[in-house]
């Protein structure tokens, strides 16, 4: 009788993985035929269900909160350098025709982001670890390819159809329903999102170096930086299987064959 108690949830497990397999897959297909577009940019079909005014909306807002809960930084010679490096990288991007704003963090921590209403801020942690403005713009013209890649469109319509199926799946798993949705919660995150989100990293890297060598940059100077990078913060001891971010030599040697084979 104890076999028999230990081993039927166990079973209804496995059931329930593979109607998440099926629902997943179900709701992928459907979804694909509804926002499957090709990128010329990227070379490749996107799925994007998504609406853009909505993702723009949410940028605003997230854009908005951001500058209410960090502390800005006022230093004029920053600002500049940033607002000077990203126009030169927005025009080599073809982006000219949207209204860019950037905004300069105080924080230690190397670091940049976008949005894609057009909003981007960078860390006074990275302004002070860059040696050069072709490293500052490695930096940015990772980030303004996101936005040509239209990366957080495509992440965001798959992080809802992800949540769409362990949805549907936990609803009907009876008895095992919490369960089943928090296992199915980090199968979904390590297998379908954050490869999603490292493949994204690598496209931005490659476009960012193609948009700083349009706008005059040294493209050998996006190996330096990464390299300062992989210097400058500790990731020892977490797998590249669950980060959202390449790892530091698989980004270094990836940059390195596509500039040799651009020949940049």
């Known amino acids: ?22 629902v997943i897959l179900a709701l992928t297909g459907a979804a694909a035929l509804a926002g499957c577009a090709y990128n010329d940019t990227l070379g490749r079909n996107q799925l994007v269900i998504v609406d853009d005014s909505a993702l723009i909306q949410a940028s605003e807002a997230a854009w908005r909160q951001t500058l209410q809960t960090q502390k800005i930084s006022n230093d004029r010679a920053m600002n500049e350098r940033v607002r000077r490096v990203g126009d ?41 670890l860059v040696q050069n403005d072709d490293q ?19 992440r965001s319509s798959t992080s809802g159809l992800t949540q769409l199926a362990l949805g549907a799946l936990q609803s009907g798993a009876g008895d095992y329903g919490q369960a089943v949705g928090g296992l199915g919660g980090i199968g979904a995150q390590l297998g379908i999102l954050l490869p999603f989100s490292r493949k994204h990293e690598l496209e931005a890297d490659r476009l960012g170096v193609d948009y700083m060598v349009r706008a005059g940059y040294r ?7 990464w390299q300062l990078m992989a210097a400058a913060q500790n990731r020892a001891g977490r797998p590249e299987f669950a980060s959202t971010h390449p790892s530091d030599q698989t980004r270094i040697a990836a940059l390195q064959a596509y500039i040799i084979e651009r020949g940049y």
């Open 1 to 22: 009788m104890v076999n028999l108690m230990i081993l039927k949830p166990v079973q209804s497990a496995r059931e329930a993985g593979h109607r998440t397999r099926k």
């Open 88 to 128: 030169r990288l927005v025009q080599a991007a073809g982006l000219q025709n949207r209204t860019w704003t950037y905004a300069v963090f105080d924080d230690s921590t190397p670091n940049a982001f976008v949005l894609p209403s057009g909003h981007m801020g960078v860390t006074t942690g990275l302004l002070r």
């Open 136 to 154: 500052l713009a490695t930096v940015i013209g990772h980030e303004v390819a996101h936005v040509i890649g239209r990366h957080a469109a495509e």
């Open 219 to 225: 493209a050998s100077e996006s190996i330096a930086l």
